[in-house]
Every structure is written in structure tokens, then in C-alpha cells.
T-cell receptor, first 110, second 113 residues
Framework: ELKVEQNPLFLSMQEGKNYTIYCNYSTTSDRLYWYRQDPGKSLESLFVLLSNGAVKQEGRLMASLDTKARLSTLHITAAVHDLSATYFCAVAYSGYALNFGKGTSLLVTP | DGGITQSPKYLFRKEGQNVTLSCEQNLNHDAMYWYRQDPGQGLRLIYY???????QKGDIAEGYSVSREKKESFPLTVTSAQKNPTAFYLC????????????FGPGTRLTVL
């Protein structure tokens, strides 16, 4: 059974600070996705990571994938309030179905 | 506009009733998925379909049923056998190449009265 673990589950950080969210998974997969969810809303795709060593950046967010360590990271640089949301990592299994982590609820404060 | 639509946005069900959630996509995606989200939790896969007239159970299929008669449509029925159906239901679709990124609909919030 593929297990996906995110940490931390809750994160409160000040504007301007940096932080990293971690996503570990238990079995081999070469496809990992990061999504953002605002309260009461659906999921928005952030990054698609398809190979070992993949790194993608969009604005203040950067995601990376290490398939050998079964680890992905989502790094936040100089956080701003607009980044407050819940972030999910999801790992592909059984074709294209996804197994999601529990999410990291991020609150950026002044 | 291309996208995924779900209806209704909110749904209230009495115990013992079956209800059907609609999911339609005009992205020409082959695959469609249904997920359930409970408060403070990640998404759990209910059913998925990679081709018309074929679908597979996910991790929590008990008490749910689906059909895939058209490429664009993947309705989910929540039956009376589902003991705790109150949740947020999300439909997604994807192509089956180039990473298979899933795109999500706006969701249906189901409440059992």
C-alpha cells in the first residue's frame, strides 16, 4: 500500500520568512504532484514532477523530487499572506490514480 | 471555456436515500476520477475510469457506484449503503500521457440530514 506523509501538517510563519514542506512516500513512483487548496474551494495544480532530480519553480514556491529517497519538498521563499492555503502532495500509483497526503495548512502572518 | 463542472454545489440527503452527483468535462480527457475529502484530511479515491464503459474501484468504493457511458461524463451515486456520506466530493480528469496531471472540478458538498 502506498502511503504518503506530509510534514508539518500545520505551519504558521511570518511574512518574509522561508520554510520547507516535506512529502515522503513509501513505494516507488516517478510521478509526484503538488496542489493548493483554499478554504471551501477545489484543488489547483501547482507542480508536476516526473523524474528524479526534477525541480520546478513558480514565484515564491519551488518543488523538487528525489525518487531514490522517496521525498519531495516544497520550499517557500519570503512568504506573503497570499500563500496562506492548504498544500497537498500526491503520488501516482495504479496507473494514473493519485494517493494524497493529509495536507499542510499554511498560515502566513504579518 | 474548457473545464470540469460538478453539480449540484450543495446537496442534502435524508438517510436511506440514494443521490447522484454529476461530473462533466469538455477537456477531451480520457480519464476521470472521484475523490472524497473529509475535514482536515487529504483526498481519498472512490472510483476512476480510464476509458468509456470501464471503471475501477479506488480505496473507498463501498457504498458508491459510477457509470461511464460517455467520455465527457462520470456521475457518482452515493447509495444508502454508504454509512457516513457527509463529505466534500471532488471530480477530476486527466490525459493518460505527459504526466497525467489531474484537473479538478469545483466540488459538491454533501450533507446527510
Amino acid at each position: 500500500e502506498l502511503k504518503v506523509e506530509q510534514n508539518p501538517l500545520f505551519l504558521s510563519m511570518q511574512e518574509g520568512k522561508n520554510y520547507t514542506i516535506y512529502c515522503n512516500y513509501s513505494t516507488t513512483s516517478d510521478r509526484l504532484y503538488w496542489y493548493r487548496q483554499d478554504p471551501g474551494k477545489s484543488l489547483e495544480s501547482l507542480f508536476v514532477l516526473l523524474s528524479n532530480g526534477a525541480v520546478k519553480q513558480e514565484g515564491r514556491l519551488m518543488a523538487s523530487l528525489d525518487t531514490k529517497a522517496r521525498l519531495s519538498t516544497l520550499h517557500i521563499t519570503a512568504a506573503v499572506h497570499d500563500l496562506s492555503a492548504t498544500y497537498f502532495c500526491a503520488v501516482a500509483y495504479s496507473g494514473y490514480a493519485l494517493n494524497f497526503g493529509k495536507g499542510t495548512s499554511l498560515l502566513v502572518t504579518p | 471555456d474548457g473545464g470540469i463542472t460538478q453539480s449540484p454545489k450543495y446537496l442534502f440527503r435524508k438517510e436511506g436515500q440514494n443521490v447522484t452527483l454529476s461530473c462533466e468535462q469538455n477537456l477531451n480527457h480520457d480519464a476521470m476520477y472521484w475523490y472524497r475529502q473529509d475535514p482536515g484530511q487529504g483526498l481519498r479515491l472512490i472510483y476512476y475510469s480510464q476509458i468509456v464503459n470501464d471503471f475501477q474501484k479506488g480505496d473507498i468504493a463501498e457504498g458508491y457506484s459510477v457509470s461511464r457511458e460517455k467520455k465527457e461524463s462520470f456521475p457518482l451515486t452515493v447509495t444508502s449503503a454508504q454509512k457516513n456520506p457527509t463529505a466534500f466530493y471532488l471530480c477530476a480528469s486527466s490525459i493518460l500521457i505527459n504526466g497525467g496531471e489531474q484537473f479538478f472540478g469545483p466540488g459538491t458538498r454533501l450533507t446527510v440530514l
